[in-house]
């Protein structure tokens, strides 16, 4: 492997590593003994994809169409997407006794999106740690639900699945309905909700709650993201709730407030990457769907098993416009300055985001014959890797998985990324006179 090349441009080697294993598991899951009956190629990818991406959008049943072989398979993309390709070389390296060297870092600083090499190594150690015992007892407490249910055997299968495909945010189901079967049961929504709230908010987050053990203590971006995290999960189960309550189709067909309140709880949680759902998607109100697509397209948050825009850059942009209405010249956060880089980084993220999304859905709306609600919902859902469908993938034309695919892998590694590889850097040696233009 040139490892000057990887020096010099660390994002074009994430891409090619990310699409080898998507590849790599399309083939493993064409097998024959993978799945129950032969699918074909174009739908294998897709599964792929969508596993590696932690997504959950699927063309096919997973429990149904896949054998026991084919669903490890996508368990095994499921870890190794939602826990990164790189931290799991990092660990191959610990545990051959190799050094890892200025250039591996550099390639897990990228693959993890932060600003420095300081601590990328800890912190890929703690992803492992946090995400294999989260897991681990995660799959013994469902098993006290579902081995009573299904027995030994299957109960401890669907406790290990779940337990992994949630705190991915992958939003994969052994069920065709997902867990509406268990829309009011306490456990099931308690855990589930839990892996995938734990596993969005980023391994950042969670190291640095590890290790300082104080609100107070934590930096910027913890507190941002426990706070900010908090308040859109209970505004948005205050709303889901009121909107969805006298839908017969969704919480008006419950009859304990109990079941409401845990149906609403879910629905307004899943969006942020999770895919799961309790109620159906596709008889949700109008109105629950417009606002469900902007919390797919804020997700979760940097450095977690998520996707979307991140929360982060949305209350940066957020504060940035009050900040300019307000006329004021610094944006902070709890008495601290926003950086510039970090502004602009946030701006073009939404500016591309946007773009990505319009083109998707214009092409969609030619090759689908679906309602144009629908398609900006899957493609918002692809982009934000959470997985939730109006019941159109299924549907989809080759050239329709296709469009999917390409926003699944945009939105797992992120706009940024896709630009970086693409784009020549080029150092700026020449400092030009400023001038105004006229805007708005």
Do not use: C
């Not at 290990?160 to 509406?180: K, P, T």
């Amino acid at each position: 492997m040139n490892f000057k090349y990887i020096k010099s441009n660390p994002f074009q080697l994430l891409v090619f590593v990310f699409v080898f294993f998507i590849t790599l598991g399309t083939i493993l899951l064409k097998i024959p003994f993978a799945t129950t009956n032969s699918i074909s190629w174009i739908d294998s990818l897709f599964t792929a994809t969508s596993a590696m991406t932690v997504t959950g959008l699927v063309v096919v049943d997973t429990g149904t169409a896949f054998t026991t072989f084919g669903q490890y398979i996508i368990l095994v993309l499921i870890q190794v997407g939602g826990l990164g390709i790189m931290s799991f070389a990092v660990l191959i390296f610990m545990m051959l006794g190799k050094k890892i060297g200025f250039k591996e870092r550099l390639i897990v600083q990228s693959a993890l999106n932060q600003n420095s090499l300081g601590g990328v190594i800890r912190l890929t150690k703690s992803i492992f740690i946090y995400a294999f015992t989260i897991e681990i007892i995660a799959t013994l407490i469902l098993a006290l639900k579902w081995v009573p249910e299904f027995g030994w055997g299957e109960g401890v299968y669907y406790s290990f699945f779940h337990a992994i495909s949630a705190f991915n945010n992958a939003g994969f189901s052994i069920w065709s309905e997902s867990l509406m079967g268990y829309v009011g049961d306490p456990i099931v929504n308690f855990v589930i909700t839990f892996l995938f709230i734990v596993g969005g908010i980023g391994f950042t987050v969670l190291s640095d709650i590890w290790y300082k053990r104080s609100f107070k203590k934590l930096n910027l971006h913890s507190k941002v993201m426990i706070v900010g995290t908090l308040v859109i999960n209970i505004l948005a189960m205050i709303i889901i709730f009121s909107i969805e309550y006298s839908n017969p189709n969704t919480l008006g067909q419950l009859s304990s407030l109990g079941e409401k309140l845990w149906g609403s709880y879910f629905q307004a949680v899943t969006p942020r990457t999770a895919g799961f759902n309790t109620l159906d998607i596709g008889s949700l109100n109008e109105a629950t769907i417009v606002f469900m697509l902007l919390l797919m397209f804020i997700g979760a948050g940097s450095t977690s098993t998520g996707g979307g825009i991140k929360l982060t850059t949305f209350l940066v942009i957020v504060l940035s416009i009050i900040t300019f209405l307000r006329q004021k010249n610094q944006i902070t956060i709890a008495n601290r300055a926003i950086k510039d880089r970090v502004i602009i980084r946030s701006l073009v993220i939404l500016a591309i985001s946007v773009l990505l999304i319009f083109f998707a859905v214009f092409i969609l709306n030619i090759t689908e014959s679906e309602s144009f609600l629908k398609i900006l919902f899957e493609v918002i859902s692809a982009f934000g890797t959470v997985g939730l469908s109006m019941g159109i993938t299924g549907d989809l034309s080759d050239v329709g998985k296709i469009i999917i695919i390409f926003i699944m892998l945009v939105g797992k590694l992120g706009p940024l990324t896709w630009a970086f590889a693409l784009a020549k850097p080029k150092q700026e040696k020449v400092r030009y006179p400023s001038e105004d233009i006229l805007t708005g």
